[in-house]
Structures are given as C-alpha cells and as structure tokens.
C-alpha cells in the first residue's frame, strides 16, 4: 500500500477525495489529512507518505510552499496539486518544484482516479529499480568470501532471517541443490602450537583439503573450532575415508583434535539442527577414550524429559537476563538433583550434564541479547582436561558462566556496542519510552533517513524498530515483576499509549502474553 496526505481548506473537497475515490484498489492507503499547509506538514514530517495531494491556495502554509519545503525533506515523495483555472502562476512554480501532476477543480473523480494510477505505476518501477540496484550492490559485496562465510555462520548458528536465507542461495555462489543432501561437521582444535605466518599457511592448507568435501567454505566459529557443510561426499564409508587422509596434518597445528558430525540432511532449513547435532557429536567424543570421530547417528539418544525439556531451558536464560545469581542457581539445582536421582551410573549422567550444557549454549547463541555476551566468554564446551572433574565442579563451572552472563547483562543495556554509535544508543535507551522515530534520530545526527536506516543496520545487527522495541520489551520485563503495576500503566511507562497493542507485541517477541509472563513467574498484581 502506498501512504497518501491529503492537505484541503475546503471540507466538502476534502471529504469527497477521501469517500469518492477508491483508494484501496489503486493499492493506496489515506494516512493522513490536513485543512492547511503548515498542520500539513506536521502530518507529513510524522506520516513520511508516498503521494501528497495537496491545494494549491490555502490560508498560512499554501500549497507551493508546502511542496517546497517537504520536497527538501522527501525528494522522492509524489506531489499531486489540485488547482483552478486562474492558478497559472502557481502552476508554472509547480511545474519547477517537480510536480508529478495537476487535477482541476471542480475535481472529477476519474481524472484524479488516473493520475493517481500513474504516479502508483511510477512508484512501482521505481521501487522494482531500487530492488535491482540493492540486489546488484549485494551480488557484489557476495564477491567477498568472508560475507559467504558470515552469512553460513549466521545461518548455522539459527540467527539468520529468511532474507539471509534467500541471499544465501541467490547470491551465495550456492543453490538449493547444495543443500539438497549434506551433513554439518565440526572440527575442534586445541591446545593449538602454531602461530605466526607458517600456522596460518597450515590452516589454510587443512581449509583446502576441506575443500574436497564441499563446494562451499569452511566456518571458524571460535577461535579453535571450524564448521563444514560436507556436500560433495555424504556418505559415512568414503567421508570417513577423506577424513583419514586429513588427520595425519592435525596434530602439527593442535595437541588434540576431535571431529563431530550430523546426521544426512536435506534442505536449508536443517542447518542449525544439523549443527547442534554435530556439536552433541563433538562433545561426546570425551567420554569414548581415543576415538577422535563421533557420528551423531551413532549417538544413544534414547528419550529423556531432562534432555527435552526446551521450557526450562528457556526459563533459565529468562533468568539469566532477568533474574540474579539465587535464582539461577536454584533453578540450576534442582536441575541437577532431578538428574542425579534419575540416573545414578556416573557415565551416564555424565553425558547428560554436558548434553544440556550443549543445548544451553545453542539456545544462548540464538538470543539477539546475550550471543555477544555468551560467544566472549571463556566457556569452553570441549575442553578435554576438564573431562575427569566431578559433575559438582562442572555444576559450579556452569553456574560461574551463568552469573558472569547475568552480570554483563545487567551491566550494559545492550550487548553489541559499535564504535562510533554509543552516543546514540545512549539517546536511544534514555528516551525509549518516548515517540522517538527514526526520522527524528537521523536529523539529530544530520542524516538522511535511508542512509542513517542502512548505517544503524550494520552498525547494531538490527533495524531501528527491532531495536527500540526489543528495549522497550526488556523494561516491559522488569517493569512486569513489579506487582503494583497495572498492564496498562507498563505500556504507557514503555512508550505504548494503547495496551492491547502493546500485549500484542510482548507475545510477538517474548511468546506470551504479559498476565502469562507474570503467572510464569509467580506474580500476582496487588491492589494499589
């Protein structure tokens, strides 16, 4: 739909362009309305429309000097002006200004019906333009093989949106036959005892023999692990094979070195599972002496309602954000205590532990908020020294991360600080609660609203809007463990005039409602 403001003095006039004219059907929305220019400019400055129809003749602000002054804030905005007979000279100023038509009055509503179809078609090809000039910028930046690689570590790691997904295949160098049957595998290294310009050349020379496996490049998640969507040989028999021909080289970069991977799969949308399968994998080969190769097919994954139990799991990392360190730690005992009561061989248990430490991490790295937090710590999911301490050690090695996460989280108000954008993050979390617009941000910082949008994207990892609204979300949080508070006084405090609106988005980002987040947590509202 396209916006369309309507600037009229006359309110017969006004009301006949808005009730006589199919709008909908030309795929165009009105959004806005005004009976002089200056009213109409506050309209269009909050508004932002496509099409601006507007008298030429009004009282304060006339229609010439509207246009004049939106056309330097919106170059691209249509302008439409409605102009009588005698209005020579105010068209001949229009016609300078860039008008995109004229309609006479008395208006006729099939002559306004196909200058508004003109101005939508044109608006049509120039969106389509824009579309292929931003498809063709992209298509170069995919020249680059670390945006691949990103845009693979993204999509592995389940943070990637279906656009990136699109982009993937579309510009990528892949297809969808590149994913048609592959397994994810993963490669940890440590103790690593190779620096300086001949470790990198052996590194790149083990990248080369991955290689042969995939037509796509391999992945560095940390600084010691890599990741392979193996897509040229699948199955175990010649993979294991090609994998033998690689070993011989690893122990020249690395101590040790243990290799993890997924079941077969079949298309895009398995990576993150396949990903976390082959990192189960890796993890498990600790508890299988010298092998250095775990298939996750190989794997016991008998079912276990601690090892499924997704809403714990996300009730803990709730916590982590919200909580402190005495409720993490009840929580993550009596985790413990059910798991040790129901399975009493060590081993066992053992795997148990560190299976729901690999899925913890997983569901972490999947958190917009705390994935910078979590991939700059220390926390180490193979690390083969630690094999022999007992589960109440690993328990309270867990519980470091956790509070040290909780920590930072509290510490800083968001998690991905960029140099250069502190300032106006800080704006930003001072006045979330205000009707703050992106509009507004990019004149405050002397940018224009495209350009600002496009910078703040890459700069922060999200859109303008996802970011104030997952801050606004977050003291909607903190506001909801206060029981005093009204659902409707929350919303307000949080920059949403209308409740429901605002519930609305609180189950869109948190996946429930704010009366089920507080029953959740035990949170009864008190009367005042």
């Known amino acids: 739909m396209y916006k369309v403001v309507i600037v009229e003095d006359e309110w017969l006039v006004l009301q006949g362009l808005k009730l006589t004219i199919p709008w909908e059907d030309m795929?165009?929305?009105?959004?806005?309305?005004?009976?002089?220019?200056?009213t109409g400019l506050e309209v269009i400055q909050q508004e932002q429309p496509d099409i601006l129809l507007t008298d030429i003749r009004m009282p304060a602000m006339d229609g010439i000097q509207l246009a004049e002054k939106a056309a330097l804030l919106w170059p691209k905005m249509k302008i439409v002006f409605l102009t009588g007979f005698d209005d020579f000279t105010y068209a001949q100023k229009a016609v300078k200004l860039g008008a995109a038509d004229f309609v006479l009055k008395p208006t006729n509503a099939d002559e306004l019906i196909r200058v508004i179809g003109r101005i939508t078609s044109k608006l049509d090809e120039e969106k389509q333009r824009q579309s292929l000039q931003e498809r063709m910028e992209l298509r170069y930046s995919w020249e680059h093989p670390l945006i691949l690689e990103k845009m693979l570590y993204d999509m592995l790691l389940d943070y990637a949106g279906t656009m990136e997904k699109?982009?993937?295949l579309e510009y990528g160098g892949s297809s969808s036959e590149e994913f048609s049957s592959y397994r994810v595998l993963l490669l940890q290294l440590d103790g690593l005892h190779t620096s300086g310009a001949a470790g990198e050349q052996l590194k790149q020379g083990i990248k080369e023999?991955?290689?042969?496996?995939?037509?796509?490049?391999?992945?560095?998640?940390h600084e010691n692990r890599y990741a392979l969507v193996v897509n040229r040989i699948i199955d175990r028999a010649p993979l294991t094979e090609k994998l033998d021909q690689l070993s011989p080289l690893l122990p020249i970069i690395a101590e040790s070195h243990v290799l993890g991977a997924s079941e077969p799969c079949i298309n895009i949308e398995q990576l993150p599972t396949a990903y976390q399968q082959a990192m189960s994998a890796l993890y498990q080969t600790v508890f299988v002496g010298q092998e250095r190769m775990i298939w996750f097919e190989d794997m016991d994954r008998q079912q276990d309602p601690l090892r499924t139990n997704y809403t714990r799991l996300e009730e803990l990392i709730d916590l982590v954000k919200w909580g402190n360190p005495a409720s993490i730690k009840e929580m993550t005992e009596i985790w413990y205590s059910q798991l040790i009561h129901r399975h009493t061989d060590g081993l066992e248990a053992r795997r148990r532990f560190f299976e729901y430490t690999v899925t913890l991490y997983s569901l972490l790295l999947r958190d917009s908020e705390l994935r910078g937090i979590v991939l700059d710590s220390s926390f180490s999911l193979a690390s083969a020294e630690r094999v022999e301490e007992t589960l109440e050690l690993s328990l309270k090695r867990l519980n470091t991360s956790l509070f040290e996460w909780n920590r930072k989280y509290t510490e800083q108000s968001d998690t991905h600080k960029k140099s250069g954008f502190e300032e106006i993050e800080a704006f930003i979390q001072a006045h979330y609660a205000e009707d703050i617009t992106l509009q507004s941000i990019a004149e405050r910082h002397h940018?224009?609203?495209?350009?600002?949008?496009?910078?703040f994207k890459k700069q922060v990892g999200t859109s303008f809007l996802e970011y104030i609204t997952q801050i606004r979300m977050r003291h909607a949080k903190e506001l909801l463990t206060n029981p005093r508070?009204?659902?409707?006084e929350v919303s307000v405090q949080v920059g949403y005039q209308d409740s429901r609106y605002f519930s609305q988005i609180f189950r869109k980002y948190t996946g429930e409602t704010p009366t089920e987040f507080r029953k959740r947590l035990g949170i009864e509202s008190l009367p005042l």
Request: contains cysteine; hydrophobic residues 45%; negative net charge.
């Open 209 to 221: 023999q991955m290689a042969v496996l995939s037509t796509l490049p391999a992945v560095r998640i």
């Open 447 to 455: 940018m224009s609203e495209s350009y600002f949008s496009r910078l």
């Open 166 to 168: 699109e982009w993937l």
């Open 485 to 488: 508070l009204k659902i409707y």
């Open 27 to 38: 795929h165009c929305s009105i959004i806005g309305e005004a009976s002089d220019g200056v």
